[in-house]
Structures are given as structure tokens and as C-alpha cells.
């Protein structure tokens, strides 16, 4: 799949002719559409019908800064939300079908919803756990079973039919009256290149399914991205939770820092049986991304990981503290503090409702910026060089800065603009040694690939060191870049990149997680003369 190959999730219906067939309830011939069990804690069904405009979230992709592999053994890790998103649309059907497309992985599947209320009749008869992620343990035998999926089957259409079919059944296990819905799975984000792309597939999906049938209320929360809203902490929690589990059914043992930072956004510090740490105030830094276009299978290389540590415990553990080291070095660099000497990681390790909405209502991105010789902004044409930073505002190293302090400021803000470029270079340096050290643990680790060794290199005659992001084996590799580089080198390394066949970005780093768009997305208005009604087939 090639990386401008999107990732669109949209979940359509048929037009609805009888508003009040719209509803159709998941109960036993005859019966009515209401659940023995209590629901006390779900909100009314949405009405989504192509009436009402129907419901658009998205979520990001990511990635790993540091700690990859590690974070599945108990180690920190360290990750952020790129702009590269996925996307879904909502509606509800009447016609008593379940559709998911996925165009571009040659997927066309429809059910019968009389089959999926024959399972909602069996999963009765088990418990619910509650502020739990549905039991993989219960479900995923009847999602094979419904979703056509067979054990050996591990290609990635199969994998995501299978992580949809689980997220459908635990909704109807909890609330029995979800309506039928029609689903169209496009990338935006390449998939299996470590970019995060299961994971934000599995983030909508939970999202979308779990707000149609009430079990989290509708968003309330505004973000910066003008359009769209956020949900309360626990219900990002409800999310992120059902989205890693789901996730688990693609990767295997997933570690959830991939659904976490897709649920939240921004940059993140993350420890298994800890709540997710997000780092504040964050330096300007820029970052180049590279796709190797080696699509690599995450499941195998964390096989990988596994036998060498069963091979050799006690080295492959040094190397799993040395990255959780690195983890939390880096973590300290990347954390500035606010001037009144607030900001950064929570000191419990938890997220507070005040960290919860500086850093999703109001997250800044890293944006692609850099400083000139004098101190000011580069104005080289660069698209992203111009980006505001927090609220809109610029910081003291822009030309604002100059402007506004008259001789004596711009005397001072000069000095300050020097102070913060030699800061920002210092900061450079040592991620950039970070960066080199963990990718060498990497390779010991055992999943390199001689693309990436390629790629590296390339990358290490300019200074900069990059690593893998993500399971390796392939996939994707991304650096820091020094604060001052000039365009021009910037272009020269990335045709250079280019020729050699590789992909090359420079995506914000650290925006929102996952977000409902109070309107309809300009995605959708270009994409939604070319989606077609599949024919139904019968399963």
C-alpha cells in the first residue's frame, strides 16, 4: 500500500424512507428491542440516520519516540500524535445489514443483523465487567465464528473484519438495541509501517460504536482544531481502553501506548499499569519521518523480541532497562517548565482533569520550525516555518519578539532568542544521542532491516541520527532535526531520501487525539461521490 493510500473509516447508511423504522432493535423474534440487564450508566441512542447528518469523528496516528518493544516488558516509552488521521463516518441503516468496505485492502463483507442479534441472545448469559474492555476470552470465538475469520487467517483484512466484529459484539453484549450499520475503511496512513495506523483504526471504531448505542455521551469538550469536540476523561478512558484490547487481536500483545496516544494526542509518557503521563510545554522541535516501505508484521517482530529474551534473559532485560533509561532521560529533556514552575508530568503519574484538557482541548503541535542566523524566523517559503505556536501566539525567538520591545526589547529579546536557540541545539544534541543509542538496542533486539540500516546511514552523514519507530523489521524511522538547519539542506536530504526510494514527511507532531467534527469533514465532501453501495453478499 503506498503511503498516499488513505485511511478512511465511514460507516454509511441507506437513505431512510420510514423514520420509524430506523430503529431497528436487537431483540428476539417478536420481542421488544429492550436488554434484561440494567443500563444505568448508558445514554439514549443517537439518531443517525442520513437525516440527521450522522456522526464524523477521527483520531490521530503516532510515534514511538522512545521505548518501543520494551513498553510490552514493563518499561516506560515515549509517543506522540502525528497528523496523519483516520477518519469515520456514522449512520444507521434500515435495511438489516451489517456493511464493512475496506477499498483498499480488496475487502467487500456483509452480514445479516439477525445473526448478530442471535449473538447478543448467547452473550446473555455472560457477565459484564464493568469499566472493563469487553472479554476477548468470551467474544473473540463468536467473532470469528460471525466474521467469517478463520485461527490461521492472520492477514491484515482478516485481522481488521475480526478487531470490528469484537468491538460490535461488546457493544451489543452491554446495550442490545444497536442499530444496523454500514461501514467504508479507507488509509489515509500507510499501513504496517509502525505510524499507527491499527491503532487509530481501532480507536474510531471503538468511538463510533460505543457513542451510536449510548455507552458514552456526546463530546462537550472544544479543542483548538475549530470544528470539533473531545470527551471527558473517563470516556477517553472507556475509549482507550476497548481500542486496546481490539488492537491486541492485530499486534498480539499489544502494549496500549498505541491506542492511548490516538485516544489523547499530544506527547505522552507512558508505563504499563500506569496512567499515561503528558509532557507540557514542549521544546520547538522539528522531526523528519521516513516510510522504509518495508511493510512489517508487528505480531512477528514482538515474536522476535520474546525468543531472544527467552534465548538470553539476562542480556535482552539490560537492554530493556537501558531503553526505559533512555525513556525517561528523554522525558526530563523533553519537558520544559512553564515559568511560574508549573507544567510538565503530573507527579502521581496520573492524568488530571486539568492535565486532561491542557493537553487535548488545548494541545499544541510541534510545528516544522526552525531559527534563522539572526535569531528570527526562517522565511524561506517553508510551508510549516510560519506556524503559531501555543493559542496562535509566537515565542520570543520570532520577529514579534523584535517588534514589540522597541531598541532596548529587541537588545533583550535578542539576547533571549540566542539563549533559547542554544537551549533548543543543546536539547537536539542530546535526543539525537538518545535517538542513536536506542536504535542500537533495537538492532539488538533483533529487529532491524537492512532499509533502515540504509536509511540511518544516509541520515548519520548529515548529523542525525535517526531510529526505528514502532515494531521495526521495516516499516518507519524518524529524527530530530537541529534547530537551525537550513531549508535547502532540509531539501537536499530528503531528495537524496527520495531517489533511494523512500517516502518522506514532515508531519506536526503532538495535536489532538481523538475528536467528533461537528461538521462534515472536507474529506467526506471528495470522497462521498466515489464511495458506491456495496452489493450485499450474504455471510
Not at 534547530?483 to 523512500?502: A, F, H, R, V, W
Amino acid at each position: 500500500m503506498t503511503a498516499d493510500e488513505a485511511l478512511v473509516v465511514e460507516i454509511n447508511g441507506d437513505s431512510v424512507t420510514d423514520r420509524e423504522n430506523s430503529t431497528i432493535g436487537l431483540d428476539s423474534p417478536g420481542g421488544s428491542a429492550t436488554s434484561s440487564r440494567p443500563a444505568s450508566h448508558a445514554s439514549p441512542m443517537r439518531n443517525l440516520s442520513s437525516a440527521s447528518g450522522g456522526l464524523y469523528v477521527s483520531a490521530p496516528g503516532k510515534i514511538i519516540l522512545f521505548g518501543e518493544h520494551a513498553v510490552v516488558y514493563g518499561r516506560t516509552a515515549i509517543a506522540g500524535s502525528i497528523d496523519l488521521r483516520t477518519y469515520v463516518s456514522l449512520f444507521t441503516s434500515a435495511d438489516g445489514r451489517i456493511y464493512l468496505s475496506l477499498p483498499d485492502l480488496g475487502v467487500e463483507k456483509t452480514w445479516m443483523l439477525k445473526d448478530l442479534i442471535r449473538a447478543g441472545e448467547r452473550l446473555a448469559e455472560y457477565p459484564i465487567e464493568e469499566d472493563q474492555a469487553p472479554s476477548l476470552e468470551v467474544l473473540v470465538p463468536i467473532a470469528r465464528k460471525l466474521s467469517g475469520s478463520c485461527e490461521d487467517q492472520c492477514g491484515v483484512q482478516h485481522l481488521a473484519i475480526l478487531a470490528f466484529w469484537y468491538l460490535l459484539l461488546g457493544v451489543v453484549h452491554r446495550k442490545r438495541d444497536l442499530l444496523a450499520v454500514k461501514c467504508t475503511v479507507r488509509f489515509k496512513l500507510p499501513s504496517c509501517v509502525g505510524l499507527g495506523s491499527s491503532g487509530a483504526y481501532c480507536v474510531c471504531i471503538a468511538t463510533a460504536l460505543l457513542q451510536t448505542a449510548g455507552l458514552i455521551p456526546p463530546p462537550s469538550i472544544p479543542t483548538d482544531d475549530e470544528g470539533s469536540l473531545t470527551w471527558e476523561e473517563k470516556d477517553l478512558d472507556t475509549i482507550r481502553k476497548w481500542a486496546t484490547s481490539a488492537e491486541s487481536l492485530i499486534h498480539g500483545r499489544a502494549s496500549g501506548l498505541d491506542a492511548a496516544v490516538c485516544t489523547y494526542g499530544g506527547v505522552a509518557s507512558y508505563k504499563p499499569g500506569t496512567r499515561i503521563e503528558h509532557l507540557k510545554n514542549l521544546p520547538e522541535l522539528r522531526v523528519i519521518l521516513v516510510n522504509s516501505k518495508v511493510e512489517r508484521n508487528t505480531s512477528r517482530m514482538v515474536q522476535t523480541v520474546k525468543e531472544r529474551l527467552k534465548k538470553f534473559p539476562s542480556v535482552v532485560e539490560g537492554i530493556f532497562t537501558s531503553i526505559d533509561a533512555i525513556s525517561i532521560e528523554a522525558a526530563k529533556i523533553l519537558h520544559r517548565p512553564e515559568e511560574n514552575g508549573e507544567g510538565g508530568p503530573s507527579e502521581n503519574g496520573g492524568c488530571s482533569e486539568h492535565d486532561h484538557h491542557s493537553l487535548q482541548a488545548n494541545v499544541p503541535s510541534i510545528k516544522m520550525r526552525w531559527l534563522s542566523n539572526d535569531g528570527g524566523l526562517s522565511s524561506d517559503g517553508d510551508h510549516h516555518s510560519l506556524q503559531p505556536t501555543r493559542g496562535g501566539s509566537v515565542r520570543s525567538t520570532s520577529l514579534a519578539s523584535y517588534v514589540a520591545g522597541g531598541k532596548r526589547g529587541s537588545s533583550a529579546s535578542a539576547i533571549s532568542a540566542a539563549s533559547d536557540k542554544g537551549e533548543l541545539i543543546d536539547t537536539f544534541t542530546k535526543l539525537n544521542d538518545l535517538c542513536r543509542i536506542n536504535n542500537q538496542l533495537l538492532i539488538g533486539l533483533g529487529v532491524g532491516h537492512p532499509k533502515v540500516d540504509q536509511i540511518c546511514t544516509t541520515l548519520a552523514r548529515y548529523g542525525i541520527h535517526p531510529k526505528m519507530t514502532g515494531a521495526g523489521g521495516g516499516g518507519s524511522v524518524f529524527a530530530f532535526l537541529k534547530p537551525d538547519t537550513p531549508q535547502t539542506l532540509l531539501d537536499m536530504i530528503s531528495s537524496e531520501l527520495t531517489k533511494l526510494g523512500y517516502e518522506v514527511w514532515q508531519p506536526p507532531l503532538g495535536g489532538p487525539g481523538v475528536v467528533e467534527h461537528t461538521r462534515k469533514p472536507d474529506l467526506f465532501q471528495i470522497t462521498s461521490n466515489m464511495l458506491s453501495t456495496p452489493t450485499p453478499k450474504h455471510k
